[in-house]
């Protein structure tokens, strides 16, 4: 489990990035893949997940993950809610100490984010569409909604993948342009007519234009990186058909 700078010293605060390692799960989802969204047996998954919501100080059924859809859509939750009426969302936030906040990733960015002065913590799943369409800011506002103020938040950027192996079409980048002809700084030339695209750049960016109060970024590459994560994109070079989904997660201690 990797811990990010910019929230280890936050007092009362427990999260961490996870890595593969540490679960029950075998074959393409070995070991700790905590996503039911693949074809990984269910009480694999459930134990996967037991595991990590225990490393933070948690049962597992304070492990709060969302139907995820690639969206900028974020929501603030006060109480718990079992899997089958998980919101359909992108980004999460609480003010509510015991619920521990999860986001599944396999190469896109995992967001965490709290508020030590408000007591309010957020964490996101942003991809290359969330982050364009602004899942970063709405968790934040949902954050804010709850009392946290964003010159006080500090956030971390978890694993995710590196530029070195995000490789896209002229296509993709179009769309970054579209938006905004300064996000041509976010791409370098590949081969051919192929770029490759700095999602953690993006994102600490973005981030950084919000006035936070501080934000880190975990330099690790999920794709290149076989051994310790999960990776979509591998699977799908290497013709595999399956893969884990990898935990992080947030959560405020009670008492």
Same mark, same amino acid.
């Given at each position: 489990?990797?811990?990010?700078p ?69 929501? =603030?939750?006060?109480?718990? *809610? !079992? %899997?089958? $009426? ?11 100490? #015991? ?52 010159k006080?938040?500090r956030?971390?950027?978890?694993p ?8 896209v ?22 081969? =051919?007519?192929r770029?490759? *695209? !700095? %999602?953690? $750049?993006?994102?600490?960016?973005r ?6 109060? #501080? ?27 399956h ?13």
């Amino acid at each position: 489990m990797l811990t990010a700078p910019s929230l280890a010293s936050v007092p009362r605060l427990r999260h961490g990035f996870f890595t593969r390692a540490g679960g029950v799960s075998r074959g393409a989802f070995a070991a700790l893949n905590c996503g039911f969204n693949s074809r990984d047996k269910p009480g694999a998954v459930r134990e996967n997940r037991r595991r990590a919501a225990e490393k933070l100080g948690r049962r597992a059924e304070d492990l709060l993950t969302l139907a995820q859809v690639h969206s900028a859509k974020a929501v =603030a939750v006060t109480e718990g *809610f !079992d %899997l089958e $009426s998980r919101p359909e969302a992108d980004g999460l936030a609480t003010c509510e100490p #015991g619920l521990l906040l999860g986001i599944l990733t396999a190469d896109c960015a995992p967001l965490l984010f709290a508020d030590p002065i408000a007591g309010v913590i957020g964490a996101a799943h942003a991809g290359w569409r969330g982050a364009l369409d602004g899942i970063a800011e709405a968790t934040l506002s949902a954050m804010e909604n709850l009392g946290a103020e964003r010159k006080h938040i500090r956030a971390a950027i978890g694993p995710c993948i590196a530029q070195a192996s995000y490789e896209v079409g002229p296509e993709f980048q179009a769309r970054f342009l579209q938006a905004d002809q300064a996000n041509a700084d976010y791409f370098e030339t590949g081969i =051919a007519d192929r770029l490759r *695209f !700095d %999602l953690k $750049s993006y994102l600490a960016d973005r981030l950084a234009r919000c006035g936070l109060a #501080g934000i880190s970024v975990e330099p690790a590459d999920t794709c290149a990186e076989d051994l310790r994560f999960f990776s979509c994109r591998r699977a799908a070079k290497q013709g595999e058909g399956h893969y884990g989904s990898l935990l992080s997660a947030i959560v405020i201690e009670e008492g």
